[in-house]
């Protein structure tokens, strides 16, 4: 059952990975890392539950998870927003600057 | 049971993943993802951690529908009437991602799991607060700083009028000059 | 503890919570008589009923290149989050689901209204019902907070989680009394998520009825009757979180919750036409810098109380 749980986290952060990957636009491409996250909490839930449920570090690796989810959407949102204010743009594409 | 409802939940999840990429329109994408994290949080209740399952719905259904405003508000078709593509690399992305997958598979199917130790309490929601607020303080006192910290990050990058905009150049206004009043008095 | 969810309990609770709502609607509509001086009769509390009746064999109205699919889940969303959340709320010795946190999952399907509103306003492809949409996330982000921490602050006096221990915790005195701030924060916040009387914005009348707008038929209806289950669902959590639940003498507890439950339905019902409608986004204000330091303090208080005890 353990085996299967973290297949279905491998399958969530896969798909995430190839949504923020593939996609052009900031907002999907952070949807693709919420599923990716998504992945880390089932993974994390499923190893409390099926290794070691007598000590609470798989709920921790939860809850940081989730705070992960939080910070990520709020920066994400901050970010795009600034971006949009000042270049009008919404794609990663546009907002290159920084690639070496 | 368990295992009829972890089945149901999981191909949701997966399916409800794979369609936020497929969805033309936006708010659907959104709420594909948000059905994708809610049977997340039903697989994480199904695994007994209750009160950790019940707060991911509750955060993504108002994350997500906060989300949707942002999409909507950015994208230059949200509603998806016109299909277009808003992709880049995709091949190379499904090459990453399925190599990710395969890599994570094998790694899930060939590692010598060990057996479980010991039980789970009662009580796993009395667990977590009584981790969080002793042996894992420091976690928990970290994470709060991180989000003081993207609270005053977020704000500082998405706002767009100063205090310069607000109370003047030399900031002399009594009263802030803000474009929508507020609810006491100000 | 509350007894443990029996079958028919599963049946009844919808059922007892569609009852009081149509109560809800039907006094409602014998006060609107009242107020515009026609006699308070039979005939006046039964007359919204009969737009049930107009409503399903109404023609269902479209609108072009609609998200029929959005809009439909979101019409489902409203009184499908009022059932569920009901669902942890005891009556007398009575709940459907004992849920060990109750509160929280109380609070995640109230907060379903808000992806469902959202969808009721997107749904349609049409201005007016979208502008209900974002109204009702406007005032959702204000009254969220202050409602969780009025939560917060009962389950802390309660030091658990469990809807039953919660009521079972107010034997001396109920929560009402001693955390007002919260008792009132939450009662209020019961009118914002069934957005009625002074939180009737999202569907305001300057809008063309904002969600309610477009829809029409069966949809109407169902979005409607979300609105008055959550009413009611409101009103019956109200009981066990601040008023002490089935607790009273004489009577039993089914009969005390169900009285208790009237009450607060009663309150709500008067506030709703004495208090005039609030902004979002002076009401957003009002919440954070307000409401938001107020709960915070009155969740110390039960922390303190619990630290001595």
Redesign the interface.
């Known amino acids: 059952?353990?085996?299967?749980?973290?297949?279905?986290a491998?399958?969530?952060?896969?798909?995430?990975?190839?949504?923020a990957?593939?996609?052009?636009?900031?907002?999907?491409i952070?949807?693709?890392i919420?599923?990716m996250i998504?992945g880390v909490?089932?993974a994390a839930?499923?190893l409390?539950?099926?290794?070691?449920?007598?000590?609470?570090?798989g709920?921790?690796i939860?809850?940081?998870a989730?705070?992960a989810?939080?910070?990520e959407?709020?920066?994400g949102?901050?970010?795009?927003?600034?971006v949009?204010?000042s270049r009008d743009i919404?794609?990663a594409?546009a907002a290159e600057d920084l690639k070496g | 049971m368990t295992a009829a409802l972890f089945a149901v939940l999981a191909v949701l999840a997966v399916t409800g993943a794979v369609l936020v990429f497929r969805c033309a329109s936006m708010a659907r994408a959104t709420f594909a993802l948000l059905a994708s994290l809610v049977c997340v949080g039903g697989e994480v209740i199904l695994l007994g951690l209750p009160y950790l399952g019940v707060v991911t719905v509750l955060m993504m259904v108002m994350e997500m529908v906060v989300m949707a405003v942002f999409m909507v508000a950015y994208m230059m078709n949200p509603a998806g009437l016109m299909p277009m593509s808003m992709v880049h690399n995709r091949r190379g992305a499904l090459t990453i991602s399925g190599v990710v997958f395969a890599g994570l598979a094998a790694g899930v199917l060939l590692a010598p799991w060990p057996g479980r130790v010991g039980t789970a309490p009662q009580d796993t929601t009395f667990q977590a607060g009584a981790a969080l607020m002793g042996d894992q303080m420091l976690t928990m006192v970290t994470l709060g700083f991180a989000l003081l910290a993207t609270m005053v990050g977020a704000t500082v990058l998405a706002v767009g009028r100063g205090r310069y905009d607000r109370f003047g150049d030399d900031l002399s206004r009594p009263r802030p000059d803000d474009p929508a009043g507020g609810g006491v008095g100000r | 503890m509350a007894d443990a969810g029996s079958w028919p309990s599963v049946l009844v609770a919808p059922a007892a919570l569609l009852a009081l709502a149509v109560l809800a609607l039907c006094s409602d509509a014998v006060l609107d008589a009242r107020t515009a001086g026609r006699p308070a009769t039979p005939a006046a509390a039964v007359r919204p009923l009969l737009d049930v009746v107009r409503l399903l064999l109404a023609q269902p109205r479209r609108t072009p290149a609609s998200d029929a699919l959005l809009w439909r889940i979101g019409v489902l969303t409203a009184p499908t989050a009022a059932v569920l959340a009901v669902a942890v709320v005891p009556f007398g010795g009575h709940v459907v689901a004992d849920l060990e946190v109750g509160v929280v999952w109380f609070n995640a399907m109230e907060a379903l209204t808000w992806a469902g509103l959202w969808l009721a306003g997107w749904g349609p492809n049409a201005a007016l019902p979208l502008i209900g949409g974002y109204r009702f996330l406007a005032q959702g982000l204000a009254y969220e907070l202050p409602l969780m921490f009025a939560l917060i602050a009962a389950a802390v006096g309660a030091e658990s989680l469990n809807v039953g221990d919660i009521a079972a915790a107010q034997q001396g005195l109920w929560f009402a009394v001693w955390m007002p701030v919260a008792f009132a924060v939450y009662l209020a916040s019961v009118l914002a998520f069934s957005f009625l009387g002074p939180f009737g914005y999202p569907a305001g009348r300057d809008i063309a009825g904002g969600v309610l707008g477009e829809t029409s038929g069966v949809d109407r209806l169902l979005l409607q009757a979300g609105r008055w289950l959550l009413l009611a669902a409101g009103s019956a959590m109200a009981v066990p979180l601040f008023l002490g639940g089935g607790a009273g003498p004489l009577l039993p507890g089914w009969a005390w919750s169900l009285l208790k439950t009237l009450a607060v339905l009663g309150l709500l019902l008067w506030a709703r036409r004495r208090v005039p409608a609030v902004r979002a986004d002076r009401y957003v204000e009002f919440a954070w810098m307000v409401l938001i330091p107020a709960t915070i303090v009155q969740t110390l208080v039960p922390a303190l109380v619990v630290l001595r005890r």
């Not at chain 1, 990957?21 to 999907?28: D, R």
């Not at chain 1, 949102?77 to 600034?82: D, H, L, P, R």
């Open positions: 059952m353990l085996e299967l749980f973290l297949l279905l491998a399958a969530l952060f896969s798909v995430g990975l190839y949504g990957l593939s996609q052009q636009s900031i907002v999907m952070m949807m693709g919420e599923l998504a909490i089932t839930a499923a409390w539950h099926f290794l070691a449920p007598a000590a609470a570090d709920q921790v939860v809850v940081a989730v705070v989810m939080a910070v959407m709020a920066m949102f901050a970010v795009t927003t600034a949009f204010r919404d794609t594409d």
